[in-house]
C-alpha cells in the first residue's frame, strides 16, 4: 500500500536544481560543506575589504573637488584618507593571519602561486573578490588554491 506522503528521496531526485542561475551548479549543500574555524574573523576581513575599497572610492572621487576647494573638503579627505588607511591596514593584517584549514595558505591574500584548476570566478571579479562576494553573500567559500568548500557564520 503507497502513502500519501511522498517519499523525500523520489521528491528531490524530481524537483531538480533549484538553485539560482547566478550559482549554477557550484552551490554545494551546506550539510556536506565544514564550518571554518575562524568563520567570524574571515567575515570581518571581508567586510573590512569592502568597506576599504568603498572608502578609497569616495576619496578618488573627492580629490578633484578638494584640489579646487581646499579649504572646505580638507576635512573631509583627510578623514576619508585615514579612514581608508586604518581599514585597509586591519584588513590586511586580518587577511594574514587567516589560512585555510585544508592547505594552510593564506586563501584572503593573492600570492604568485598556481591556484586550483576549479578555481570559481564570478562575472567581473577575479578569484580574489570571487573569494570575498560568496563568504558575504552566500557565507561559504571555496579556497582559490586548494578549492575546497568551507562555509562561515
Known amino acids: 500500500m503507497r ?7 523520489e521528491e528531490s531526485e524530481t524537483r531538480g536544481n533549484s538553485d539560482p542561475p547566478e550559482l549554477g551548479a557550484f ?53 576619508l584618507l585615514a579612514a581608508f588607511v586604518i581599514s585597509w591596514i586591519t584588513y590586511t593584517g586580518v587577511a594574514f593571519a587567516l589560512r585555510c584549514p585544508g592547505c594552510r ?3 584572503l591574500v593573492v600570492l604568485p602561486e598556481p591556484r586550483h584548476a576549479g578555481t570559481r570566478r564570478i562575472d567581473y571579479f577575479d578569484p580574489w573578490g570571487t573569494v570575498v562576494w560568496e563568504t558575504l553573500r552566500h557565507q561559504q567559500f571555496a579556497c582559490m588554491y586548494c578549492g575546497e568548500q568551507w562555509r562561515v557564520k
Open 3 to 9: 502513502s500519501q506522503f511522498p517519499d523525500r528521496s
Open 27 to 79: 552551490r554545494v549543500a551546506m550539510e556536506s560543506v565544514q564550518l571554518h574555524p575562524q568563520s567570524r574573523l574571515v567575515r570581518l576581513a571581508c567586510w573590512f575589504a569592502v568597506v576599504s575599497r568603498v572608502l578609497l572610492v569616495v576619496a578618488l572621487l573627492i580629490t578633484p573637488v578638494a584640489l579646487v576647494n581646499y579649504f572646505v573638503w580638507e576635512a573631509m579627505y583627510v578623514a
Open 105 to 107: 595558505k593564506r586563501f
